[in-house]
């Protein structure tokens, strides 16, 4: 079955620092990819999204760089701040299957002030 | 306005009931979802509904069934509660289906307890 993973559980960054999250998948046919935020009591919310067309792509204070080589995923947050304390996922499909996405395991990213 | 919204947000129940969860969103997409997401914070997919009907059914018990009286709403029922079924479900919607990659919108999550 699909399988998308985090290398690292949990992250602690000094505020102003830069943080950066990784994520494997296993899946050569995904040509989506999505970064999710979760904070406490919510739902997932949309960072930034990225097509395998592409291997960049920057919004604002985030970047998603995409090496569809080592099927590696990174989310990389400009100076990071305090309300950036979450657990973030990536999330990939692949266009035979439609929209259906699987979700990584999360990393905990706690940004110290 | 809020765009997913699901109803209660915390359920506590006892083992062996029937409860149901409610999902509306107003942004007009097709396609609707329900997600798990366990202890460990682990999402997984469980059913996705495009203009009603079913395109996902994930190895989900045959106690889950979901319903879906328009596209603008997707129900969650559980019949015969489980212990191992306390975890926070997630109503979400996006625009895409088939290969139009869209992004998913969650709503707030249904935090289940059952004793």
């Known amino acids: 079955g699909e399988s998308v993973g985090l290398h690292l559980p949990t992250l602690s960054v000094q505020e102003g620092d830069n943080s950066i999250i990784n994520c494997a998948y296993s899946?050569?046919?995904?040509?989506?990819f999505i970064w999710y935020k979760q904070e406490s009591g919510k739902g997932p919310q949309f960072i930034i999204d990225?097509?395998?067309?592409?291997d960049k792509r920057q919004g604002q204070r985030v970047t998603v760089l995409l090496n569809k080589t080592v099927k590696h995923l990174s989310l990389q947050i400009a100076a990071t701040q305090p309300g950036d304390s979450a657990v973030y996922f990536c999330?990939?499909?692949?266009?035979?299957?439609?929209?259906?996405?699987?979700f990584g395991t999360g990393t905990s990213l706690t940004v110290i002030p | 306005d809020t765009a997913v919204s699901q109803t209660p947000k915390y359920l506590v129940t006892q083992m062996g009931n029937d409860k149901s969860i409610k999902c509306e969103q107003n942004?007009?997409?097709?396609?609707m979802y329900w997600y798990k997401q366990d202890s460990k914070k682990f999402l997984k997919i469980m059913f996705s509904y495009n203009n009603k009907e079913l395109i996902i059914n994930e190895t989900v018990p045959n106690r889950f069934s979901p319903k879906s009286p328009d596209k603008a709403h997707l129900n969650l029922h559980i019949n015969s509660l489980e212990l191992g079924d306390s975890a926070v479900y997630f109503c979400?919607?996006?625009?895409?289906?088939?290969?139009?990659?869209?992004?998913?919108?969650f709503g707030n999550g249904t935090r289940l307890t059952v004793t």
């Open positions: 979400a919607s996006s625009r895409g289906q088939g290969g139009n990659h869209s992004p998913l919108h």
């Open positions: 999330a990939d499909a692949a266009t035979i299957t439609g929209n259906q996405f699987y």
């Open positions: 942004l007009g997409h097709d396609t």
């Open positions: 990225i097509r395998s067309n592409m």
């Open positions: 899946n050569s046919a995904s040509d989506y």
